[in-house]
């Protein structure tokens, strides 16, 4: 009943804030997985629950586009918004699915490494989305930049890792499976940071 009186513009902001809390669970969720990898495919079918939810909101948000004559940005960018954060999520619940699927003995420290660095990255940006209805570009610069540092971080991470690999004289199957596995990692930083350059771009456009 609360949200249903709640402004007009404001109902997009409450489905954004759900959004990124739920990104922040879903990489919560991946960091356990890596960590303490047992009883994976329970946690791998939570992370998919959470990539099922995830889409619920973005259908909230398209539906609720349908609906309404005034919006606080416009319709594609509110949409852009919902779809970047449910790619991350989606990046998450791929990366969960390759740990479970391919008969992996055990994460290592770099798949350890990758999951702090989305947890940290999702914190940064539910920042972001608690302060997108204030419309203010400094008021998200930090965790923007914050977001921006952690990709740039994970790119010299994947490269190393993979160098890695090529020169560890691991088994070619090995080689194969965790390349994959870290390139998929590392594609959540890249869609974290889409997003969070995305929503710069918005707050610009609409300051």
């Not at 940290?120 to 008021?139: C, G, P, T, Y």
């Not at 010299?156 to 020169?167: E, I, S, Y």
Request: hydrophobic share 45%.
């Amino acid at each position: 009943m609360a949200f249903s009186i709640l402004p007009r513009d404001e109902q997009y902001f409450v489905l954004f804030q759900d959004a990124a809390q739920n990104m922040t669970e879903s990489a919560r969720a991946l960091e356990d997985l890596v960590r303490n990898f047992t009883d994976v495919e329970k946690k791998a079918d939570r992370i998919r629950a959470l990539e099922a939810r995830g889409d619920e909101i973005t259908f909230q948000i398209i539906s609720r586009l349908r609906r309404a004559f005034v919006t606080p940005f416009e319709r594609e960018d509110i949409i852009a918004i919902g779809r970047a954060m449910d790619d991350v999520v989606d990046m998450i619940e791929a990366s969960a699915a390759r740990l479970a699927s391919y008969a992996v003995e055990r994460p290592t420290e770099g798949a350890c490494a990758f999951a702090g660095m989305i947890v940290s990255a999702s914190l940064e940006i539910e920042k972001i989305m608690a302060q997108l209805h204030r419309r203010k570009v400094d008021e998200i610069r930090l965790p923007k930049m914050a977001v921006n540092q952690v990709e740039a971080e994970a790119d010299g991470l994947l490269r190393r890792l993979v160098a890695g690999l090529f020169t560890g004289g691991a088994d070619p199957l090995t080689v194969i499976k965790w390349k994959e596995i870290y390139e998929t990692l590392e594609t959540v930083t890249d869609a974290q940071e889409r997003l969070a350059n995305l929503v710069e771009g918005i707050i610009l456009k609409n300051a």
